[in-house]
T-cell receptor, first 114, second 114 residues
Framework: GAGVSQSPSNKVTEKGKDVELRCDPISGHTALYWYRQSLGQGLEFLIYFQGNSAPDKSGLPSDRFSAERTGGSVSTLTIQRTQQEDSAVYLC????????????FGPGTRLTVL | AQSVTQLGSHVSVSEGALVLLRCNYS??????LFWYVQYPNQGLQLLLK??????LVKGINGFEAEFKKSETSFHLTKPSAHMSDAAEYFC????????????FGTGTRLLVSP
């Protein structure tokens, strides 16, 4: 596709439910990144993939958060037992390779936990 | 760890006036610095980046930024604001190898009045 796409664009869930957020990177981009944008907090790095492996998971806030990437393409961010503090916009980005290439961002998924 | 601080959560200017968005960084090594813009309901778009080649960096849409090591600053400027510049602007520093792990500031919303 032309750019990074994310689905759903909006997700409303109840506290305690699990959610899955999807990211489709730009075709041919081997690196993929997840960020979280919370009100007043700016953007926080969550995890980055090079191919299907995740060399840096340092930003995942708790063990309720996990992410996987299959086939070097689509990635899924899963949040288990959602809490209200998980409400945020989750942004995905991709780049040609990890080291010195621009990250292209998707429009984000807005998650609201009631 | 590297970090950036953006002074002013909101900046208001009149159309045609100078735009100045402030960013100060903290880094133990020569930094890679970035400015991104986010329009409503869209992903982040790279405006410009500093990679130690030249201290004055020119970006898209008439924006530029100057790296000042003595002041640990990387302020974003544009000589004449346009209504279409109204958006949120994020300063970021790379915290790792190359451009992998970006650490963002909390953002500055630019408001442009006619």
């Amino acid at each position: 596709g032309a750019g990074v796409s994310q689905s759903p664009s909006n997700k409303v869930t109840e506290k305690g439910k699990d959610v899955e957020l999807r990211c489709d990177p730009i075709s041919g981009h081997t690196a993929l990144y997840w960020y979280r944008q919370s009100l007043g907090q700016g953007l926080e790095f969550l995890i980055y993939f090079q191919g299907n492996s995740a060399p840096d998971k340092s930003g995942l806030p708790s063990d309720r958060f996990s992410a996987e990437r299959t086939g070097g393409s689509v990635s899924t961010l899963t949040i288990q037992r959602t809490q209200q503090e998980d409400s945020a916009v989750y942004l995905c980005a991709s780049s040609l390779q990890s080291s010195y290439n621009e990250q292209f961002f998707g429009p984000g998924t807005r998650l609201t936990v009631l | 760890a590297q970090s950036v601080t953006q002074l002013g959560s909101h900046v208001s200017v009149s159309e045609g006036a100078l735009v100045l968005l402030r960013c100060n960084y903290s880094s133990s090594v020569p930094p890679y610095l970035f400015w991104y813009v986010q329009y409503p309901n869209q992903g982040l778009q790279l405006l410009l980046k500093y990679t130690s080649a030249a201290t004055l960096v020119k970006g898209i849409n008439g924006f530029e930024a100057e790296f000042k090591k003595s002041e640990t600053s990387f302020h974003l400027t544009k000589p004449s604001a346009h209504m279409s510049d109204a958006a949120e602007y994020f300063c970021a520093v790379s915290d790792g190898v190359g451009f992998q792990k970006l650490v963002f500031g909390t953002g500055t919303r630019l408001l442009v009045s006619p």
